[in-house]
């Protein structure tokens, strides 16, 4: 859960960068950074908080150059603290480097005690550094083949973009479970982002998917493709387009709002509700809310109105804060729906304590009946690859049946959409997704110490200042 962008041959790169990084703002919103590359040395800024805490005019110029490399994070593996910001820098016998990467490596934790057991001495708690070490001792002419072969030996979720003195480098794992995708901009530009929607801000032309497996360089205007030795299966991960991308952007070559008015009509037609109106959970449920009411033929009512004011509560971090967060995010609107029998769409249940509140307040806003339905199957098994996720334990699907969860959640009927359903709500029809959090079926096995990235530091406690 992390927003990356890169840009090459530009000028006025950082500030590029920094609009770029605020479309992607919905992926992260605990850090923030940049760096440039003004010729001759790397220019670096990073900081606590969202883009716009983090800089401001005279920031932006002076990261200066043509070429620059921006990175939103949310901390799903290491500790919440600027250490941990990225972009991350090194200086290497083949010149400074900084790296961005979205994803979770699953073997960051055996890989980190063998470089440290060879005399490595990590900055940070982040899985990403890793990756720059590896390069560090396989140093070769060529960073390239450099990074082809650091890469051989980590495993899991990566899109990471490289600045280097040569130029952008953009990779992406054999499997493709995050977005990375190409951009061009009128005057000759590159960039690299994890969301279309970045390139939409700033007038670029969304040219392709890096490919999974896919390492792209971009030296001027020039690009070159190169291929990772090692084979997988594709599994780009579908919770991106359930709930995670924007529904602007186009992700693995699939327009979001496109797959999710499918994945409401689908749902409609798998778990139809006797009710007067569609209610959609904002701001993920809106688009599968309205796909289920044409099909459904319900009027779509916004009988619950968002505080945009207020971060995501799923991806806040701390759970009192999560508690929080749901009261004052939502509140009903009497006037649609008092009286009325409401279906209720969300994207999903993840730990079950959000939607209790969310039914109550459309019961205390006058609603006769409410029928959940969500957009996508029964969430039971933790994310190892990139998303923010509980433990199995915490995972109320996990633990209890769809009816157990209904009453829980005290709803008059609750329906998912099925996995086979949710597969073939796909614009593109093309196949190759991960549905690990809903199947168990991991593409990328995670064993032993690496199992909990949680796991990575046990001995090393932080102090925010
Ligand atoms: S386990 Fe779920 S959230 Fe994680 S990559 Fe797979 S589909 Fe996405």
């Given at each position: 859960?992390?927003?990356?962008?890169?840009?090459?041959?530009?000028?006025?790169?950082?500030?590029?960068?920094?609009?770029?990084?605020?479309?992607?703002?919905?992926?992260?919103?605990?850090?923030?950074?940049?760096?440039?590359?003004?010729?001759?040395?790397?220019?670096?800024?990073?900081?606590?908080?969202?883009?716009?805490?983090?800089?401001?005019?005279?920031?932006?110029?002076?990261?200066?150059?043509?070429?620059?490399?921006?990175?939103?994070?949310?901390?799903?593996?290491?500790?919440?603290?600027?250490?941990?910001?990225?972009?991350?820098?090194?200086?290497?016998?083949?010149?400074?480097?900084?790296?961005?990467?979205?994803?979770?490596?699953?073997?960051?934790?055996?890989?980190?005690?063998?470089?440290?057991?060879?005399?490595?001495?990590?900055?940070?708690?982040?899985?990403?550094?890793?990756?720059?070490?590896?390069?560090?001792?396989?140093?070769?002419?060529?960073?390239?083949?450099?990074?082809?072969?650091?890469?051989?030996?980590?495993?899991?979720?990566?899109s990471l973009i490289l600045l280097t003195p040569g130029g952008l480098i953009a990779a992406r794992d054999p499997h493709g479970f995050r977005p990375l995708v190409l951009g061009a901009l009128a005057d000759g530009?590159?960039?690299?982002?994890?969301?279309?929607?970045?390139?939409?801000?700033?007038?670029?032309?969304?040219?392709?998917?890096?490919?999974?497996?896919?390492?792209?360089?971009?030296?001027?205007?020039?690009?070159?493709?190169?291929?990772?030795?090692?084979?997988?299966?594709?599994?780009?991960?579908?919770?991106?387009?359930?709930?995670?991308?924007?529904?602007?952007?186009?992700?693995?070559?699939?327009?979001?709002?496109?797959?999710?008015?499918?994945?409401?009509?689908?749902?409609?037609?798998?778990?139809?509700?006797?009710?007067?109106?569609?209610?959609?959970?904002?701001?993920?449920?809106?688009?599968?809310?309205?796909?289920?009411?044409?099909?459904?033929?319900?009027?779509?009512?916004?009988?619950?109105?968002?505080?945009?004011?207020?971060?995501?509560?799923?991806?806040?971090?701390?759970?009192?804060?999560?508690?929080?967060?749901?009261?004052?995010?939502?509140?009903?609107?009497?006037?649609?729906?008092?009286?009325?029998?409401?279906?209720?769409?969300?994207?999903?249940?993840?730990?079950?304590?959000?939607?209790?509140?969310?039914?109550?307040?459309?019961?205390?806003?006058?609603?006769?009946?409410?029928?959940?339905?969500?957009?996508?199957?029964?969430?039971?098994?933790?994310?190892?690859?990139?998303?923010?996720?509980?433990?199995?334990?915490?995972?109320?699907?996990?633990?209890?049946?769809?009816?157990?969860?209904?009453?829980?959640?005290?709803?008059?009927?609750?329906?998912?959409?099925?996995?086979?359903?949710?597969?073939?709500?796909?614009?593109?029809?093309?196949?190759?997704?991960?549905?690990?959090?809903?199947?168990?079926s991991y593409p990328e096995p995670v064993t032993g110490a690496d199992r909990r990235q949680a796991e990575l530091f046990p001995q090393l406690k932080e102090v925010e200042p």
């Amino acid at each position: 859960m992390c927003g990356i962008f890169g840009i090459e041959d530009q000028a006025d790169a950082a500030t590029f960068t920094y609009l770029g990084l605020y479309a992607l703002q919905h992926r992260g919103q605990e850090s923030s950074g940049i760096v440039s590359w003004d010729g001759e040395a790397l220019r670096v800024r990073r900081g606590m908080g969202q883009i716009a805490d983090v800089f401001d005019e005279g920031t932006l110029a002076r990261l200066a150059g043509r070429r620059a490399l921006g990175h939103t994070r949310y901390s799903t593996s290491g500790t919440s603290v600027l250490d941990n910001a990225q972009p991350i820098v090194a200086n290497t016998s083949m010149g400074s480097l900084a790296l961005v990467h979205n994803g979770n490596l699953v073997n960051a934790v055996s890989e980190r005690r063998r470089l440290e057991s060879g005399g490595s001495i990590f900055q940070t708690s982040s899985d990403t550094e890793v990756i720059l070490h590896l390069m560090a001792r396989n140093p070769r002419r060529d960073l390239v083949e450099s990074l082809l072969v650091a890469l051989q030996r980590v495993r899991g979720a990566y899109s990471l973009i490289l600045l280097t003195p040569g130029g952008l480098i953009a990779a992406r794992d054999p499997h493709g479970f995050r977005p990375l995708v190409l951009g061009a901009l009128a005057d000759g530009g590159v960039c690299f982002a994890s969301e279309s929607c970045a390139f939409d801000l700033l007038g670029a032309r969304l040219v392709r998917e890096i490919e999974p497996g896919e390492v792209v360089v971009a030296r001027g205007g020039e690009l070159e493709s190169y291929r990772m030795s090692q084979l997988r299966e594709p599994a780009r991960c579908l919770f991106e387009l359930v709930y995670f991308a924007r529904p602007d952007s186009t992700v693995f070559g699939e327009s979001v709002s496109q797959a999710r008015l499918a994945m409401g009509a689908q749902l409609a037609r798998e778990a139809p509700a006797d009710a007067d109106v569609v209610v959609p959970v904002p701001d993920s449920g809106l688009f599968s809310a309205l796909g289920y009411a044409r099909e459904s033929g319900l009027p779509l009512e916004f009988g619950l109105i968002r505080n945009h004011y207020v971060g995501r509560t799923f991806i806040e971090p701390k759970q009192a804060i999560r508690h929080f967060g749901v009261k004052v995010k939502l509140n009903p609107v009497r006037q649609l729906i008092a009286g009325q029998r409401v279906v209720l769409v969300d994207d999903s249940i993840v730990r079950g304590t959000t939607s209790p509140k969310i039914v109550k307040m459309v019961r205390d806003g006058g609603a006769r009946e409410v029928h959940v339905r969500i957009s996508c199957p029964p969430t039971a098994w933790p994310c190892y690859y990139g998303i923010d996720m509980p433990t199995r334990q915490e995972l109320v699907a996990a633990n209890n049946s769809v009816e157990e969860i209904r009453g829980f959640i005290d709803a008059d009927s609750l329906a998912y959409l099925s996995l086979e359903g949710l597969s073939q709500s796909l614009p593109s029809g093309q196949g190759g997704h991960c549905t690990a959090c809903w199947s168990g079926s991991y593409p990328e096995p995670v064993t032993g110490a690496d199992r909990r990235q949680a796991e990575l530091f046990p001995q090393l406690k932080e102090v925010e200042p």
